[in-house]
């Protein structure tokens, strides 16, 4: 039986060291029934990526840029040099991560046991590794959209796999199949945050998104967005209006919740919501989301978890 083809992309500007540091956790993972290659989009960085690169991992990829991609171009430009390579699943992944040793071979296996699966990670603090961010987000349209969790652990998640609504783009197994269906990122419409629609895109078209609670990455937690009110007004109106790829950005903000929302009359609905409950302090991606009260992950999707079953790994020829 041949070895599963994984092809594992990030995109990189100017993060040589924590780049350095993601690939040997890499290097270092148990590996075993995998052959895995991979493909570095280096953006234009001017702090020696490419040269450390090639001397400490001479077998790593990389594709040089010029300076003029942003993340959901990056990640487009290394997930289409990955399929040149006909693999049997791509792996994106963010560069300021370290991989626990079997994360990777418990994605593999998840989307080997359950045809169809895009699978996610489970996402740890490195500072606090007991503490979970960006994992599993469930949508409210009268929240204002995907609603992420502030004060989960690794006590209060599920213990199978289970399904979600979205899988942001830090630790993703996606099937080769599944984006030769789906095609790649909007970066046209989501230069920066093209994750935000991708998955819920590929779930509306039948595919499951599952997250794996074995496979485990040591992440930079994102900075939460804060102090939007107190901004000058002609900062405000740049960050609103004529910074595409700023986290308030209207025209992000629209297209996330229109592609990552069950439809679009719930992400058209959710998109205004989230304006409103920005303005009066009370958005579910801002510090104040920090002070609300969260049941345990296990609880919010003890009806979502998948059914047990043996590993069916089809043969490879």
């Known amino acids: 039986m041949k070895p599963v083809k994984v092809e594992i992309v990030t995109p990189v500007h100017n993060r040589r060291d924590e780049t350095l540091k993601c690939l040997g956790s890499i290097a270092n993972s148990a590996l075993a029934g995998l052959k895995t290659h991979v493909i570095v989009v280096d953006d234009g960085s001017t702090d020696g990526t490419a040269?450390?690169?090639?001397?400490?991992?001479?077998?790593?990829?990389?594709?040089?840029?010029?300076?003029?991609?942003?993340?959901?171009?990056?990640?487009n430009l290394a997930i289409k040099t990955a399929l040149a390579h006909d693999p049997d699943y791509i792996l994106l992944v963010n560069n300021d991560q370290e991989f626990d040793a079997n994360c990777i071979a418990a994605l593999v296996a998840c989307a080997e046991r359950y045809p169809r699966s895009i699978v996610g990670a489970i996402l740890l603090n490195r500072e606090r590794p007991d503490e979970i961010f960006q994992v599993s987000p469930k949508w409210y349209t009268l929240k204002g959209g995907f609603r992420h969790w502030y004060k989960q652990t690794l006590a209060t998640i599920p213990e199978r796999p289970w399904h979600v609504e979205m899988i942001v783009g830090n630790c993703v197994l996606f099937p080769a199949a599944a984006i030769r269906e789906q095609g790649l990122m909007d970066e046209v419409r989501l230069p920066q945050y093209g994750d935000a629609e991708y998955t819920p895109r590929m779930l509306r078209a039948g595919w499951q998104l599952l997250i794996e609670p074995k496979a485990r990455v040591f992440c930079k937690p994102n900075?939460?967005?804060?102090?939007?009110?107190?901004?000058?007004?002609?900062?405000?109106?740049?960050?609103?209006?004529?910074?595409?790829?700023?986290?308030?950005?209207?025209?992000?903000?629209?297209?996330?919740?229109?592609?990552?929302?069950?439809?679009?009359?719930?992400?058209?609905?959710?998109?205004?919501?989230?304006?409103?409950?920005?303005?009066?302090?009370?958005?579910?991606?801002?510090?104040?989301?920090?002070?609300?009260?969260?049941?345990?992950?296990?609880?919010?999707?003890?009806?979502?978890?998948?059914?047990?079953?043996?590993?069916?790994?089809a043969a490879r020829q």
Do not use: C, H
Request: without cysteine.
């Open 223 to 313: 900075d939460v967005i804060s102090g939007f009110r107190k901004l000058p007004s002609g900062e405000k109106f740049r960050r609103l209006f004529t910074s595409p790829t700023n986290p308030y950005s209207i025209r992000r903000r629209y297209y996330a919740s229109i592609g990552g929302a069950p439809n679009r009359v719930a992400g058209f609905a959710a998109f205004w919501i989230s304006l409103f409950r920005i303005l009066i302090g009370r958005s579910y991606d801002s510090s104040w989301a920090k002070t609300q009260d969260e049941a345990p992950l296990s609880e919010t999707f003890a009806n979502s978890m998948v059914a047990d079953q043996p590993a069916k790994r």
């Open 51 to 75: 040269e450390a690169l090639a001397t400490q991992f001479p077998d790593v990829e990389v594709v040089r840029s010029d300076n003029d991609l942003w993340y959901t171009a990056g990640a």
